[in-house]
T-cell receptor, first 112, second 115 residues
Framework: KQEVTQIPAALSVPEGENLVLNCSFTDSAIYNLQWFRQDPGKGLTSLLLIQSSQREQTSGRLNASLDKSSGRSTLYIAASQPGDSATYLCAVSLTGANNLFFGTGTRLTVIP | DAGITQSPRHKVTETGTPVTLRCHQTENHRYMYWYRQDPGHGLRLIHY???????DKGEVSDGYSVSRSKTEDFLLTLESATSSQTSVYFCAISEVDREAKNIQYFGAGTRLSVL
């Protein structure tokens, strides 16, 4: 069974700092890895998806990397803003399957 | 939101009563999913559907059933609700984009409390 772990569970940073969120998974036979954002009481918003053949994906101030062999992904947020405050979830899809296995998330607070 | 609507958004019910949650999508997606989200567990897959009348179990399917009689609607039923089914339920669809990436999009969620 695929286990997905996100560390730390919570993180507070001052506005303007660059930060890294971590995700690890136990089964390296993944199809893709997806990072989501969840605001309190809301659904999930897809941020970035990395295919298993890719090493990284970028969108604006966000950069996600993937190292399948070590079972790790990172989400880098540059020049953090208070509007980035949310819970960030990573999820992996296994080869040949469509359902996602989720981590428990990192709750990010960016302090003005 | 990829045209996903969940109803109701909030529901309080009593132990032993049946409950049906509805997920409606407007964009003709083939795959639909039901997840539950609980503190300390993240989101876990309950059931999913890969077409009309085609469904399969996920990781935490016990106590739940689903039906999909038409493409746009995916129903989740708790035949006899228990307090352990108090949770936030999310519906999702998956879509293959122009780069052949299979991306999942989520509804706003249904908060269910079983007393």
């Amino acid at each position: 069974k695929q286990e997905v772990t996100q560390i730390p569970a919570a993180l507070s940073v001052p506005e303007g700092e660059n930060l890294v969120l971590n995700c690890s998974f136990t089964d390296s036979a993944i199809y893709n890895l997806q990072w989501f954002r969840q605001d309190p009481g809301k659904g999930l918003t897809s941020l970035l998806l990395i295919q298993s053949s890719q090493r990284e994906q970028t969108s604006g101030r966000l950069n996600a990397s993937l190292d399948k062999s070590s079972g790790r992904s990172t989400l880098y947020i540059a020049a953090s803003q208070p509007g980035d405050s949310a819970t960030y979830l990573c999820a992996v899809s296994l080869t040949g399957a469509n359902n996602l296995f989720f981590g428990t998330g990192t709750r990010l607070t960016v302090i003005p | 939101d990829a045209g996903i609507t969940q109803s109701p958004r909030h529901k309080v019910t009593e132990t032993g009563t049946p409950v049906t949650l509805r997920c409606h999508q407007t964009e003709n997606h083939r795959y639909m999913y039901w997840y539950r989200q609980d503190p300390g567990h993240g989101l876990r897959l309950i059931h999913y559907s890969y077409g009309v009348k085609d469904t399969d179990k996920g990781e935490v399917s016990d106590g739940y059933s689903v039906s999909r009689s038409k493409t746009e609607d995916f129903l989740l039923t708790l035949e006899s609700a228990t307090s352990s089914q108090t949770s936030v339920y999310f519906c999702a669809i998956s879509e293959v984009d122009r780069e052949a990436k299979n991306i999942q999009y989520f509804g706003a969620g249904t908060r269910l409390s079983v007393l």
